[in-house]
């Protein structure tokens, strides 16, 4: 009677019989390997895998083959499937990190730059936490090593590009030295100056939201970086936004503390000098506007509601310059400050407010209720500067002889 066997031990028979197939492979592949025949090696690995899928040392010795032709992305590759095989199947921990250190070894040859390195160093930090080897470690302080030179090499080169920049800028070619920038900026990321120079260049381009971006991100890299804020400034200001560049200025994480002042009034004259001008061009042209009517008279109506609009936008105008802006009221008391002081908590009050407020025994902030941590006061002087020469500039509008009749509207004094 012939003897029964059983489908596990044919299933064994024949997994036995495909790991000696893939040995087999194995050692061909070995000895190509010795004989520097890589290719060849790769071929006999490759089968070898493929005939027993269990044996990430087969991927590994692939991807060794792979690096000494110089086939660092392939060998990447090799790596990840040897890592990820490995761990579902819980090899052996020194093969996974070895898998890990070729991986590595790999990415460092593909680094173009210091930033590049970071993966070679985290994948050579993984292989030491799998399995400890004095090879790996020391191929981990190599990586860190060549990090560091290819950052100072590229610190080097940004700062050439933003002399050549800064050389432009002088020229006022500011298309080619927002190009120079943009090169320091890719060699030399964390450096504030760079976007703050770029920003300067899209500023004359008229490219507003590029510049303000810039400064927004030299101010990130460096909340202490005065140019920073600076450039922010200046966008706003271009754009009409008077309060916002007013406030930019006086950020308290502006540390240019000696020239805020200067700079506030700076500002406050030139937005007196715009407003000024945009007055007097609407004046004009409602005067323009006012012959023609006359001349029209009642066969041109159009003219006269061209007219009233005219007269609608001067008073848009003159209601938002005699409006008080937000930050010259005092929290506490909701009126215009004449002695504007800050406080521990980094808000801004009346004096004479804010010291009874101390006075009667409060120790936490009026606008946060958290606690002060001193009851020192300190004079906003940019501030009062700023809130003395908005009371000089609306009284002299309001003393204006400027007026119009209408037969329609009462008469209008601006």
């Known amino acids: 009677m012939a003897p029964v066997h059983s489908h596990r031990r044919g299933a064994t028979e024949a997994n036995e019989q495909m790991r000696r197939k893939a040995q087999r492979e194995k050692d061909a592949g070995d000895d190509d390997y010795d004989e520097g025949r890589y290719k060849r090696a790769v071929e006999h690995y490759a089968r070898a895998a493929a005939l027993d899928p269990g044996d990430i040392s087969f991927p590994i010795k692939c991807a060794k083959s792979y690096f000494h032709m110089d086939q660092y992305e392939d060998c990447v590759r090799r790596c990840d499937e040897a890592v990820e095989r490995g ?77 050549k920049g800064k050389e432009l800028l002088s020229q006022k070619k500011h298309k080619e030295a927002a190009i120079q920038f943009t090169k320091a900026i890719k060699k030399n990321p964390t450096n504030p100056r760079n976007f703050s120079d770029r920003a300067k260049c899209r500023i004359e381009l ?111 105008l003159l209601s938002i310059q005699n409006r008080e802006p937000p930050h010259f009221i005092c929290p506490i008391s909701q009126e215009v400050m004449n002695d504007p002081h800050f406080a521990a908590d980094g808000h801004t009050y009346e004096a004479e407010h804010i010291r009874k407020w101390l006075n009667d025994g409060h120790d936490t902030s009026p606008m946060t209720n958290e606690r002060l941590q001193h009851k020192k006061l300190t004079p906003n002087h940019a501030l009062r500067s700023a809130i003395r020469e908005w009371h000089q500039h609306r009284n002299m509008r309001h003393t204006s002889p400027f007026c119009y009749k209408s037969s329609r509207r009462q008469p209008l004094h601006l």
């Open 206 to 316: 008229n490219a507003l939201a590029e510049g303000l971006e810039d400064a927004d991100k030299s101010i990130e890299l460096d909340p202490t970086f005065w140019k920073g804020y600076l450039r922010k400034a200046e966008v706003q200001f271009l754009t009409h936004n008077y309060e916002d560049a007013m406030t930019t200025y006086l950020d308290e994480q502006n540390k240019m503390a000696k020239d805020r002042d200067d700079r506030a009034k700076d500002l406050w004259e030139a937005f007196k000098k715009s407003s000024s001008s945009q007055v007097k061009i609407l004046k004009m042209q409602r005067n323009v506007v006012t012959l023609e009517l006359k001349s029209a008279k009642e066969r041109n109506a159009s003219l006269e509601q061209q007219l009233f609009e005219q007269i609608g936008r001067i008073e848009r």
């Open 87 to 163: 761990r579902e199947l819980r090899s052996k921990k020194s093969l996974v990190a070895q898998a890990l250190f070729w991986k590595g070894t790999a990415l460092l040859n593909l680094a173009d730059c210091a930033s590049d390195c970071n993966a070679a160093i985290r994948a050579l930090k993984q292989s030491l936490d799998e399995h400890y080897n004095k090879g790996t470690e020391a191929s981990l302080d190599e990586a860190e090593s060549t990090r560091e030179e290819m950052e100072e090499l590229e610190k080097e080169a940004a700062k050439h590009h933003r002399d």
